[in-house]
């Protein structure tokens, strides 16, 4: 390869290299330069396959969000209890029995791995008003040994229906079931009866219909007081109302004129003739 032919290749590859080179072409010399980044504008672009439509999240059946855990303790002396825990199975203590009023532990135990739901809100009643001084454990295991445990005072929660000594109202009581979690607690002898919310769940059954698999219960807990209750019992936004959509932000090109371009360019950006 001769010199001339090397500095050919080097001034193509050169060109190459500049944005907009083949819209340059015809364009005196002296007019020329090259940027090196383009100028952009940000426009707010709303994908149509990002937001929800109105009706894709679906609502509890609001006869089915409730679980009624009863725990008897017919022994004399405190026993741990773990409730739900469906990966580790764990059986109650003996003399301690474990009942769901509205199924079995064993079927909500199976439906949580499968359907994973999370509890809003909870009312505990106890025959021994000493056990509220045992504190609550949610408890998440997983299978490759990570352990984690946050610690909840149930004498912490304040309701307008915690004039019973035997019964506290924890309306922001929160708790995610999933075949990992549990709920664990030292029973003292006698009856604790623990009713959960359920505010929303997973239905895998859904996918098969093509519809979204999260479910929400839109019925608001009773809290005791009418003014309070009457203003909840309002019909409240759809969940796709309250997600605000995704938005992207896409870069367009903005043209600039060549005028603009002569006047703007700094001069170590010129190429002349």
Known sequence: MNHEEELERYRLDGEDRFDNYNGLEGMPQNERYYEEEEEYELVEADDGYDNYAADAIGRLDPNDTTYTFVVKNTGVDEKEVVLFGANEGL?????????????SHNEVREESKANPFTIVGMKMSVSNAQQFDNVLFLYEKTSGGRQTTYVKQP????SPQNFDQKLIHATDFTMHVTGKSSLRFKAKPGTTVFTFSVQTRTNIGNVLEGRNVAEINTAPQATGLPQLDLTRLQKP?????????????????????????????PQSFLRRG
């Open 237 to 265: 936004a759809s969940l796709a109302k309250q997600i605000k959509p995704a938005v992207r932000k896409v870069r367009l090109v903005k043209p600039v004129s060549v005028a603009a371009r002569s006047k703007t360019a």
């Open 91 to 103: 059986q109650p203590p003996d003399g301690v029995t474990i009942d769901v009023a509205e199924s």
């Open 155 to 158: 004498r912490n929660y304040q």
